[in-house]
């Protein structure tokens, strides 16, 4: 299981690099237009990405329970989707 880890490592790092440039993209895109749906929609994947991180730190550097470290990153998804999905009906 431990080769495992390093591969669970770098997918999380790929998540965060993605996800924060995608929320970094979307919050510009809002600054510019100040339109809500782009505020929202970079608020939701701000959260997303803050579930992947959250769920790696726990589970790497403060050796959290494993199943913990999962459930958080999962209720920070689906929060962060439920926000995605808010910002593509805001007007």
Do not use: C, H, K
């Given at each position: 299981m431990t080769q495992v880890t390093p591969v669970l490592v770098a997918l999380k790092?790929?998540?965060?690099?993605?996800?924060?440039?995608?929320?970094?993209?979307?919050?510009?895109?809002?600054?510019?237009?100040?339109?809500?749906?782009?505020?929202?929609?970079?608020?939701?994947?701000?959260?997303?990405?803050?579930?992947?991180?959250?769920?790696?730190?726990?589970?790497?550097?403060?050796?959290?329970?494993?199943?913990?470290?999962?459930?958080?990153?999962?209720?920070?998804?689906?929060?962060?989707?439920?926000?995605?999905?808010?910002?593509?009906?805001?007007?």
């Open positions: 790092t790929i998540t965060l690099v993605l996800g924060g440039a995608i929320t970094y993209f979307a919050y510009r895109a809002y600054r510019r237009t100040e339109a809500p749906a782009l505020g929202a929609l970079s608020l939701g994947f701000a959260v997303v990405t803050v579930g992947a991180l959250s769920a790696g730190v726990l589970d790497q550097l403060l050796a959290v329970d494993s199943t913990y470290a999962l459930t958080v990153d999962s209720v920070l998804t689906a929060l962060g989707f439920a926000i995605i999905v808010y910002s593509l009906y805001v007007e």
